[in-house]
């Protein structure tokens, strides 16, 4: 028999995915995936300040822009002064 996950009464249903593979270079703290409800979008959220501040980056404008921008056409990143 496979373990299923049991969802206790305080499990936070915005919680989309804990993102271990991704770095929060600053302090390593935690980073995730969460879904925010105030505009219906998913954002990423990186911890900092010891886990009291945080910051939130909206995913599908990070996508739009990555696809879209920082890449010139050989591939290579456009460096802006």
């Known amino acids: 028999m496979i373990d299923q996950p049991v ?3 305080t499990a936070d249903p915005n919680l989309v995915a804990e993102m271990s593979g991704v ?7 935690p980073v995730e995936l969460r879904y925010f409800e105030e505009n219906g979008r ?4 990186a911890s900092n300040e010891g886990g009291y501040g945080h910051t939130y980056i909206d995913l599908l404008d990070l ?7 920082p890449l010139g056409e ?6 802006v002064a």
């Open 63 to 69: 996508l739009e822009w990555l696809k879209s921008g």
């Open 7 to 9: 969802e206790s009464e």
């Open 42 to 45: 998913l954002v990423i959220v």
């Open 23 to 29: 770095r929060e270079h600053g302090e390593r703290l």
């Open 74 to 79: 050989s591939g290579e990143m456009k460096i």
